[in-house]
T-cell receptor
Framework: EAQVTQNPRYLITVTGKKLTVTCSQN?????MSWYRQDPGLGLRQIYY???????DKGDVPEGYKVSRKEKRNFPLILESPSPNQTSLYFC???FGQGGTEAFFGQGTRLTVV | AQTVTQSQPEMSVQEAETVTLSCTYD???????LFWYKQPPSRQMILVIR??????QNATENRFSVNFQKAAKSFSLKISDSQLGDAAMYFC????????????FGKGTKLSVKP
């Protein structure tokens, strides 16, 4: 089954404690990205990757890091989480062409206290 | 930079009736794609319908159809014969036609369906 898998689905952590949200896709997609969803703001892109070892900033990259060492995996790293990073996070993947469907993970609800 | 605007934060429709959700966008590009995504309470993002900018014909998927007005940069979603399962958050999204285009989302419209 084609899917994007995010883990964990729920996470509560404390300010400053490093965390990683994993994302894996089984569709051999080149393009992967991370979004955060906040009430009244829709989804905003954090980082994206065009292929292995190619990553770039989206609209709200501050406080986040990513890596793309393998085509299927695209983890999101919060080195020192802060309460303003409390949000719902989505990983998405697609083929590179603009018209192709983006597949989304199930979402990760992160709370930083 | 491209922007997507959904002017209706919330909408309500009676079961079996028709509802239209509005979306406008701003771009100087000629090659792009438009999408409507549904997000039910499960939070899963589900693609509802897709429109290629170069196609004049409006896309349809069963009870879902769009009214694509390229000159006006408008992309509304019509849901016919609304069902309780249509209750969700709906997001309009834009993507450039090139290989480096990322999805740009509107802020969403929350649709309620009354029995």
């Amino acid at each position: 089954e084609a899917q994007v898998t995010q883990n964990p689905r729920y996470l509560i952590t404390v300010t400053g404690k490093k965390l990683t949200v994993t994302c894996s896709q089984n569709m051999n997609h080149e393009y992967m990205s991370w979004y955060r969803q906040d009430p009244g703001l829709g989804l905003r892109q954090i980082y994206y990757s065009m292929n292995v070892e190619v990553t770039d900033k989206g609209d709200v990259p501050e406080g986040y890091k990513v890596s793309r060492k393998e085509k299927r995996n695209f983890p999101l790293i919060l080195e020192s989480p802060s309460p303003n990073q409390t949000s719902l996070y989505f990983c998405a993947s697609s083929f590179g062409q603009g018209g192709t469907e983006a597949f989304f993970g199930q979402g990760t609800r992160l709370t930083v206290v | 930079a491209q922007t997507v605007t959904q002017s209706q934060p919330e909408m309500s429709v009676q079961e079996a009736e028709t509802v239209t959700l509005s979306c406008t966008y701003d771009t100087s590009e000629s090659d792009y794609y438009l999408f409507w995504y549904k997000q039910p309470p499960s939070r899963q993002m589900i693609l509802v319908i897709r429109q290629e900018a170069y196609k004049q014909q409006n896309a349809t998927e069963n009870r879902f159809s769009v009214n694509f007005q390229k000159a006006a940069k408008s992309f509304s979603l019509k849901i016919s014969d609304s069902q309780l399962g249509d209750a969700a958050m709906y997001f309009c999204a834009y993507r450039s036609g090139g290989s480096q285009g990322n999805l740009i989302f509107g802020k969403g419209t929350k649709l309620s369906v009354k029995p």
